[in-house]
């Protein structure tokens, strides 16, 4: 029997009396013999006592038949007159001092609520996860000691991101009263939905004497796999982060975006929000922030889309700088981040961060601006049908900068993507003609590349009594000359550089 109990039969006899007779057959009278009147050791049977003879062999199929009848009144419980042939093994339950009407019913719903709980949520459970009510172990002073508590305790389970040191629900209780009995029923919900460890201030009991396993043999489960195609914002939860870039950004006229963080991630979210790559895809996570485009105060947002073999989506907003976009694609894809703004189309390739060729790739420089002032004196002659004259302007260089479009007017700009526009900050003064600084006219401006290319200067000035000297560069730019010299014809006088004057311009690479 359990927990070493005895059934109560009802042939047992107090310690000492004489033994039971075999089932189904009277017992033996002894011949001549007398019980004593008080014990004696060892003195039954009576030594001149002779057994009787064995009894008649019955047959076979009466014993069968007999055994039959006794093994049903066993299953039964019963006797043949109606009498408990088991003393009830079940223990003792109680609930606020009353007997709990069908205690097994209760344990027995609340073990479908937990099932469905444990579907819905993506966890795990075994053969040995079954409801328990929680007898404490030291019963309240005047409780009744049989008295459980007012939830019931159900696992083991073990839910995504759990703890295998923490596998038990708990249902809260409601009573009924239905006379000397109550009757329980289980909240629909566990009053928490992550398991704890069942305190050891109580004991798990149930009516059948099931007992709780001492050990938690259940493994935290894995994620479920997202949906297919999946674009989503969220934490990445348990999952290292991703490498860091630092190059990989393209900024337009209105706006920009760098890519700060990219790569595949086996899973993301926490808990029950959690999801895996679907099958036969991945999941790239990538960071984005926002730069200001070249003419913008502030940047603009909602231009970013993601495009691959699904078409163009446009690209979640991470709420918070701890989240990240998350895109399901087929194993080895390479969607690409595009942005399209000030008449061009730029992209960055997923998840190795390379730009597009079309990209306007001076924008993504960190080194466009050169401030060092350099000085130099320019010898000119001015010659008509009247005569020539000459003068020395006295010339500044007070810097350079690299651009795509010219901000004075917008519809100047490189004329391809991979260039940039090299403005300079020159002007001078002249000694014979008072006021200025003045620019110089494009005629007199070239730029020597380290190659030995002649590049010739532009005025993009949107005034024409105006000098905006530009020239067209590489946007890898990083060293050349400007050289002040050659001659020009306007307004029927040809000026000529006759001294002409150097002035190197260099950035630093990246």
């Given amino acids: 029997m359990p927990d070493g109990e005895r059934a109560g039969f009802p042939w047992e006899q107090p310690a000492g009396a004489a033994p039971p007779p075999p089932v189904g057959q009277a017992a033996p009278v002894p011949p001549q013999w007398t019980p004593p009147t ?69 344990l027995a719903a609340t073990e479908t609520k937990v099932r469905a709980t444990v579907h819905d949520r993506h966890g795990a459970l075994d053969n040995n996860t079954r409801c328990y009510f929680a007898r404490p172990k030291q019963p309240a002073a005047g409780a009744n000691k049989n008295d459980v508590d007012t939830a ?21 209780l409601s009573a009924a009263n239905s006379g000397g009995s109550v009757t329980l029923t289980a909240a629909d919900n566990p009053s928490s939905d992550e398991p704890a460890a069942v305190p050891t201030t109580v004991d798990l009991v149930r009516p059948d004497r099931k007992a709780a396993p001492r050990t938690n043999t259940l493994s935290v489960p894995q994620p479920p796999p997202a949906a297919k195609n999946a674009l989503l914002a969220d934490d990445l939860g348990k999952v290292a982060s991703p490498k860091q870039l630092d190059t990989a950004f393209m900024v337009s006229l209105n706006t920009g975006v760098k890519l700060i963080a990219v790569g595949i991630v086996p899973r993301y979210g926490q808990g029950d929000d959690a999801r895996s790559a679907p099958p036969g895809e991945e999941l790239i996570a990538f960071q984005t922030v926002d730069e200001p485009g070249e003419q913008a105060e502030q940047p603009s947002n909602g231009s970013l889309t993601l495009s691959d073999a699904n078409g163009s989506r446009p690209v979640p907003l991470a709420p918070a700088s701890d989240q990240w976009d998350i895109v399901a694609e087929p194993a080895g894809a390479t969607p690409r981040l595009v942005l399209k703004d000030g008449g061009y189309t730029q992209t960055i390739t997923l998840p190795s961060g390379n730009l597009g060729a079309s990209n306007l790739a001076v924008l993504t420089r960190s080194n466009r601006l050169e401030s060092t002032q350099r000085n130099g004196d320019v010898g000119v002659s001015f010659s008509d049908a009247n005569g020539s004259a000459s003068t020395t302007f006295h010339a500044t260089l007070y810097g350079a900068k690299l651009d795509f479009w010219f901000l004075g007017n917008i519809k100047q700009h490189a004329s391809k993507p991979g260039d940039a526009l090299l403005f300079v900050h020159m002007n001078y003064t002249d000694p014979q003609a008072p006021g200025g600084p003045y620019g110089f006219d494009p005629g007199f401006l070239t730029l020597k590349m380290p190659n030995g290319v002649i590049v010739h200067a532009r005025n993009l000035a949107p005034d024409p009594n105006k000098v905006a000297d530009v020239f067209e560069v590489p946007a890898t730019f990083t060293s050349g000359t400007v050289v002040v010299t050659g001659s020009f014809v306007q307004d029927g006088v040809t000026a000529t550089v006759t001294a002409p004057a150097s002035f190197p311009v260099s950035f630093a690479a990246g």
């Fill in 152 to 172: 019931l305790r159900c696992g083991p389970v073990l839910f995504v991101d759990g703890d295998t040191g923490r596998t038990f629900l708990s249902y809260t």
């Fill in 38 to 106: 008080a014990p004696v050791q060892a003195q039954w049977p009576a030594p001149d006592w002779t057994p009787p003879p064995p009894p008649p062999r019955r047959s076979r199929r009466r014993r069968i038949a007999l055994l039959a009848l006794v093994a049903g009144l066993v299953a039964a419980g019963l006797t043949a007159g109606g009498l408990v042939l088991f003393g009830s093994s079940s223990p003792a339950l109680t609930f606020q001092g009353k007997h709990i009407d069908h205690p097994e019913r209760v």
